[in-house]
């Protein structure tokens, strides 16, 4: 399902409609869908919107099993989206243990939402 939320984020990123080739739609790991969307051109309000495109990506991915049972077999436990490539944005950089953790942090939400019926 990760290869789904990955390449959503990217196509979203983009100012007009691509094609989306093979290789984008299912690569062997995330790393390639990162490399394979490097020459996408971003929306000119991109960094407005990518909180709430997120959000509804997560939230589609949760709500369907299995993702929704692990996610509240971990209870109340934090979540973090610990990385080596110094993402501060959506992680943590576990070199400088420096970041805002947003996945991590929208991820508990729509767990607490599931949780309590909301969602």
Same mark, same amino acid.
């Given at each position: 399902?990760?290869?789904? #939320?990955?390449?959503?984020?990217?196509? $979203?990123?983009?100012?007009?409609?691509i094609k989306v080739g093979r290789n984008f739609v299912? /690569? *062997?790991? /995330?790393?390639?869908?990162?490399?394979? !969307?490097?020459?996408? *051109?971003?929306?000119?309000?991109?960094?407005? #919107?990518?909180?709430?495109?997120?959000?509804? $990506?997560?939230?589609?991915?949760?709500?369907?099993? /299995?993702?929704?049972?692990?996610?509240?077999?971990?209870?109340?436990a934090f979540i973090m989206e610990g990385n080596w490539w110094n993402d501060t944005?959506?992680?943590? $950089?576990?070199?400088?243990?420096?970041?805002?953790?947003?996945?991590?942090?929208?991820?508990? !939400?729509?767990?607490?939402? #599931?949780?309590?019926?909301?969602?």
């Amino acid at each position: 399902m990760w290869n789904i #939320i990955q390449l959503s984020m990217r196509i $979203c990123l983009q100012s007009h409609r691509i094609k989306v080739g093979r290789n984008f739609v299912k /690569p *062997k790991n /995330p790393g390639l869908v990162k490399r394979a !969307s490097r020459n996408i *051109k971003l929306k000119e309000n991109w960094d407005k #919107i990518k909180f709430d495109v997120m959000l509804r $990506c997560l939230n589609k991915k949760f709500t369907q099993e /299995p993702f929704k049972s692990k996610l509240i077999e971990t209870g109340d436990a934090f979540i973090m989206e610990g990385n080596w490539w110094n993402d501060t944005y959506w992680g943590v $950089c576990l070199k400088t243990n420096t970041g805002h953790n947003y996945l991590g942090k929208l991820i508990m !939400s729509i767990r607490t939402e #599931i949780i309590t019926g909301k969602l």
